[in-house]
């Protein structure tokens, strides 16, 4: 899919957080490594799907990704002053959790027609072991429909940067691990996006298990 682009004020005011913030406080504070960067296709239409075990995930997702994204975060988010105009220039926008939200589907397609990355955690929510056991459809629902591939990225290490009780980052060692990208579902029936979906949740799990 090769669709139109985002206003240059949405591109420049999300590559200016990314090399100004983002990026040096990874490979500074948390010693990020990124492994398989070459695998990400450097146009077209791509589906990043990734595990999910922090608040701290969407800005280290994309910043591996090399792409700008554009991220599903949960609604409650965009209720809070300030942080909901940061995280929106930096590609997020709301999703109802625990219902089928449609909108933030046609978000997500939406974003991929404007030449950004979109990205989903393919469980849906944070897990404390950040494994995947129960992957959602949406991910692959919008891959079917927009006929892209699905990227598989393993995030590991990101469960500790925040302890219980505490608001304080730690400098925990990071590492991001890329997959090879995945054929989109063949169609939305459930039976392929149950398919596809568990193939990513696979994928990414036995990248998690590669460690540090």
């Given at each position: 899919m090769e669709g139109k682009r985002e206003p240059f004020t949405s591109w420049a005011s999300y590559h200016l957080l990314k090399w100004s913030v983002v990026s040096p406080l990874l490979h500074t504070y948390f010693r990020i490594r990124i492994h398989g960067a070459e695998k990400v296709p450097q146009s077209g239409g791509l589906i990043a799907v990734s595990?999910?075990?922090?608040?701290?995930?969407p800005p280290i997702l994309s910043?591996?990704?090399?792409?700008?994204?554009?991220?599903?975060?949960?609604?409650?988010?965009?209720?809070?002053?300030?942080?909901?105009?940061?995280?929106e220039l930096y590609g997020a926008y709301p999703v109802k959790r625990s219902t089928g939200?449609?909108?933030?589907l046609r978000a997500a397609i939406a974003a991929l027609e404007s030449g950004w990355v979109a990205a989903v955690f393919l469980?849906?929510?944070?897990?404390?072991?950040?494994?995947?056991?129960?992957?959602?459809?949406?991910?692959?629902w919008i891959a079917a429909k927009a006929k892209v591939p699905?990227?598989?990225?393993?995030?590991?290490?990101?469960?500790?940067?925040l302890a219980k009780g505490s608001s304080f980052p730690k400098p925990v060692p990071l590492t991001v691990r890329i997959g090879e990208a995945i054929a989109p579902p063949g169609s939305t029936k459930k039976e392929d996006l149950q398919a596809v979906s568990e193939h990513c949740?696979?994928?990414?799990?036995?990248l998690h298990d590669l460690g540090r």
């Open positions: 595990n999910h075990a922090s608040y701290c995930d910043n591996c990704v090399g792409r700008p994204v554009a991220f599903m975060a949960k609604e409650e988010l965009f209720e809070i002053p300030i942080f909901k105009q940061g995280i939200d449609r909108a933030a469980q849906g929510t944070r897990s404390a072991d950040a494994k995947i056991t129960d992957p959602k459809l949406g991910a692959a699905l990227l598989p990225v393993s995030l590991w290490g990101t469960d500790k940067i949740a696979r994928v990414i799990n036995s």
